[in-house]
């Protein structure tokens, strides 16, 4: 709708799934930006548990931190997929959810600073950020509801579902209960949330989102999530430089940062996931939901990062094995859930696929062992980052055949 002089309200009918040249809007960029702040803080809150030894704590926080920020994204990409107006009413109520994201991404230190007090979960500011978030989102499924009778059933749905468990986070904020309490009414909480668009996605024909659009949607937060290790790595090597100056760890770190970003980068975006969105709708959500973990590793390896190189400054309780695993696990998992989801999508199982995770698996041991021998802990670092590099050098020589076959097919 950029041929728009003006943005006078319109009429919510409903996205043309197949419209062509349907690209993200300045405004999706303009939301995205708060979660560039979200990420962050959840990968930087992370580095330093890791780098403090209180690792389990660590990982229970970005767990529940990295479902919250990646929520919240799906919670509007998906809207704004099928019933982006542009219209003043749609501006001004993204404008109150971006508010809403930077509410939930103060609350994050609190919470992740709970885990360690092991007294009860101090999630009240990231349910506030919620609060703020779904109240207009609630108000545009309304008017969706009421401006498209013919999908009025499947808004109400997505209505109901988000009000409950809406509803149940703020009690669950409110009474004070044990961490393990929490969680284990917390996760028919979380089940309720992902199950509501699944159900009403199953409703006629669903929301006319588009699948070229998603698409590119997804990997615009990909590409967000990757850049959080960039910032979190080279504004911790700039520490390291001011103190210490320039040397060979440096650079080398430096060089293991950029080198398995951009393989991540590579990778990821080998998969001609609109194509087949667009073939095969209903293969959407498992495809969408498993990015939330996908989300989760891709900040993790840029908090691994961050945690070597407090490593290098001397202000880390790790040992240099475990530092090292605190890029190789999320790397590994990445890797792992890049296959999984691509098998997901195209309903194959390739069998060079297989071989390209199994010697991915063995860079990552290569690295591992390394510096358990008691070699340099930037050498083994940048063995690790060659990783996604396997994948790389297979699809580009080989693997890029059963993507040709696979569009073929469609």
Do not use: K
């Not at 709708?1 to 999706?28: F, I, K, N, Q, Y």
């Not at 999530?225 to 430096?254: F, H, K, N, P």
């Not at 390739?350 to 358990?372: K, W």
């Amino acid at each position: 709708m950029s041929d728009r002089t003006t943005h006078t309200a319109v009429r919510m009918s409903g996205r043309d799934p197949h419209e062509p040249g349907r690209s993200a809007t300045p405004l999706e960029l303009l939301f995205d930006l708060t979660f560039v702040i979200a990420f962050g803080v959840a990968a930087g809150e992370l580095a330093h548990f890791l780098a403090e030894d209180h690792v389990w704590d660590g990982i229970v926080g970005f767990a529940f931190a990295t479902f919250a920020v990646s929520w919240a994204w799906i919670n509007f990409a998906w809207f704004a997929s099928a019933y982006d107006t542009d219209d003043w009413i749609f501006r001004l109520t993204t404008m109150v959810q971006m508010v809403g994201v930077i509410i939930l991404a103060l609350g994050l230190p609190d919470m992740f600073e709970s885990l360690l007090e092991d007294e009860h979960m101090a999630n009240q500011v990231m349910v506030l950020g919620y609060v703020v978030m779904r109240v207009p989102m609630l108000l545009q499924w309304y008017r969706a509801s009421r401006q498209d009778p013919a999908r009025a059933r499947t808004c109400q749905v997505f209505m109901v579902t988000l009000a409950v468990s809406q509803a149940a986070w703020v009690v669950l904020a409110l009474v004070e209960t044990s961490i393990p309490v929490f969680f284990a009414f917390a996760l028919p909480v979380i089940l309720v949330e992902m199950a509501g668009p699944y159900v009403a996605e199953q409703i006629h024909e669903g929301t006319p989102w588009h699948a070229h659009h998603i698409a590119e949607r997804y990997g615009l937060l990909v590409i967000i999530a990757l850049g959080e290790g960039l910032i979190g790595g080279a504004a911790t090597l700039s520490a390291i430089i001011s103190t210490e100056g320039w040397t060979i760890d440096v650079a080398v770190l430096g060089l293991a940062g950029v080198g398995v970003t951009f393989g991540m980068w590579w990778t990821y975006f080998v998969i001609p996931s609109g194509e087949i969105l667009h073939a095969h709708r209903a293969r959407g959500f498992s495809w969408g939901y498993g990015h939330i973990p996908l989300f989760g590793a891709l900040v993790a390896v840029g908090a691994g990062l961050h945690a070597a190189a407090l490593y290098l400054e001397h202000h880390s309780e790790l040992s240099a094995t475990a530092t090292v695993l605190t890029v190789v696990v999320p790397l590994g998992l990445y890797v792992a859930l890049l296959f999984v989801l691509y098998a997901l999508l195209t309903h194959t199982l390739d069998p060079f696929h297989v071989l390209l995770v199994a010697g991915s698996a063995a860079v990552l041991a290569v690295g591992t062992v390394m510096v358990a021998a008691g070699a340099p802990l930037t050498w083994s670092l940048l063995v690790v980052a060659f990783t996604p590099w396997v994948t790389v050098i297979g699809y580009e020589t080989v693997g890029h055949r059963h993507n040709e076959d696979v569009l073929a097919s469609l």
